[in-house]
Every structure is written in structure tokens, then in C-alpha cells.
């Protein structure tokens, strides 16, 4: 594992875009693991430029996303869906026909955890898999659990994370309590993983995570064991792991 020192969080989410770019660039048919939440928005920014800049071309670039709330469509405004289309894709030439989100209105949650499993083994894995974390340590939507979940499953959100995903919502009542995420066998079946950890508010997580034993009560600990893992954190991110002495 890899950690990359950040000055703050602009600058590590044009470093985080360097290293997506330099995957398409070498790869230009490659499959990215995509993320949502605040943290990656700066990164697709970064990588709209280069788009327009002519550097990047993603026209065969395949895209697979980590999770979606259970009971929002994709026109839904706070939905990942739609996330990914007005922060991304919306802004860049890859064909939408080849990006993949869990679909959040499926009837069966089974059939839909079902699907998105047999879609991932097709794919065979992401090339480069994009992260962020949660405040527990949660990646995707795997929350702290006695356990570290393998495949695809809907998830019963951690209180924690409804009210950390309340600020984008009308009021608390109004954030899904359910959601479908990739499990962590998805996760660590990517080639790579950048994993992208911004604010204090990061800084227990990202202490525990990396620098601490591996538990499923902090579900991205279990990166420690992937042979490819690059960590980009900014200095807000770092300071209790700096404060211990351990980075
Ligand atoms: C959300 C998402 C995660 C994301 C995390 C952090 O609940 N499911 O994929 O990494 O929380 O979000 P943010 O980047 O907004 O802090």
C-alpha cells in the first residue's frame, strides 16, 4: 500500500486524476470502478479538463459503480445515478450504454443484488477502482459488521452514515435507509485501488484503516491485504495518524 501525503484537497484531487488519466491513457478500453460522495467531485472535475483539453479520449472506457440508495430512480436528484451523469459522464465522451449503477427501483432486491453480481463477474473485475471512505471506515456502502460481506447485498445503512448523507437531503427522514453495494470480493477484485480520503473528519478512519489491524468493523482495513493500492490522503486526513507517530 501506497499513501500519498496531500496538500489539501484540491491537490490530491488532481493527483488522484493524474493517476485515473494515466489508466486510460495506457488502457483506453479499461473497465473504472466509479465512487460518489464529495470526495471524488474534484477528481472528475479534473478529469472533465483534461476531456476538454483533448488529453483524454474515454469513448471505450466501461464504468461500474460501487453502490446506490435502495428506492431512488435515476432521475432522483440525491440518486448515484444521477450523481454520476451531471458530475461526470454528462461532461465527458464515454457511452452511458457502458456505465453500470445498481438499479435503486428494482422490484426484487435479490434479483437486483443477483444481477449487478453476475454483471461484475462478466466484467471480471475493475482495472482501477475509484474509493472514498466513510467517517466508520465504510467503503461502498460496507458498514462496520462482524463480518466482511463478498458479493453484491443490499445493506441496512449504519445511523451514523444516514446522518452524515442527511446534508444532501431535505431533512434526515427523507435519506434511504437501505442500499445496494458491491461487497468487499468486488472490491478487492480490482487490479488497483485509489482510495481518496479528504478533511479531519476522515482522519479516525483513515488511521484505523491503514495503520491499525484488520476488522470488519473498519471495513477498509481489509485494503491492507490487496497487492495495489494507492492511498491519497490530504494533511487533514493524515493528522491522527500523524499525531500517533505511526505515517
Ligand atoms: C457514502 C458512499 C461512499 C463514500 C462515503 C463518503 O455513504 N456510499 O462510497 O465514500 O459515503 O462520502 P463523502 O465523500 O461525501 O465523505
Known amino acids: 500500500m501506497r499513501i500519498i501525503e496531500a496538500k489539501n484537497y484540491d491537490d490530491m484531487s488532481k493527483k488522484a486524476a493524474e493517476i485515473i488519466a494515466a489508466e486510460v491513457t495506457l ?25 476538454e483539453n483533448g488529453d483524454l479520449d474515454f469513448s471505450q472506457v ?7 440508495y435502495k428506492g431512488l430512480s435515476g432521475e432522483h436528484d440525491q440518486s448515484y445515478r444521477y450523481f454520476m451523469n451531471t458530475n461526470f459522464f454528462n461532461h465527458v465522451n464515454i457511452d452511458k450504454a457502458n456505465t453500470s449503477v445498481p438499479n435503486g427501483l428494482s422490484e426484487d432486491a435479490k434479483e437486483e443484488c443477483a444481477a449487478y453480481q453476475a454483471l461484475l463477474e462478466r466484467i471480471g473485475g475493475a482495472d482501477l477502482q475509484l474509493l472514498g471512505i466513510g467517517g466508520n471506515g465504510h467503503i461502498g456502502f460496507n458498514e462496520p459488521s462482524n463480518e466482511f460481506k463478498k458479493g453484491v447485498h443490499c445493506v441496512q445503512l449504519a445511523e451514523s452514515t444516514i446522518k452524515a448523507n442527511a446534508r444532501f ?16 470480493g468486488n472490491i478487492m477484485n480490482a487490479k488497483m485501488i485509489l482510495l481518496l480520503a479528504s478533511g479531519e473528519s476522515k482522519a479516525q478512519a483513515v488511521c484505523d484503516s491503514f495503520f491499525g489491524s484488520i476488522t470488519p468493523q473498519v471495513q477498509a482495513s481489509i485494503l491492507q491485504l490487496h497487492p495495489n493500492v494507492i492511498v491519497i490522503a490530504d494533511s487533514d486526513a493524515l493528522s491522527i495518524a500523524k499525531e500517533k507517530g505511526v505515517f
Open 27 to 51: 488502457n483506453p478500453t479499461c473497465t473504472l470502478g466509479l465512487a460518489t460522495g464529495s470526495t471524488p467531485v474534484g477528481t472528475y472535475q479534473n478529469l472533465i479538463k483534461k476531456y
Open 62 to 68: 466501461h464504468s461500474v459503480n460501487l453502490d446506490e
Open 169 to 184: 437531503f431535505e431533512t434526515e427522514e427523507d435519506v434511504p435507509k437501505y442500499a445496494y453495494t458491491m461487497g468487499i
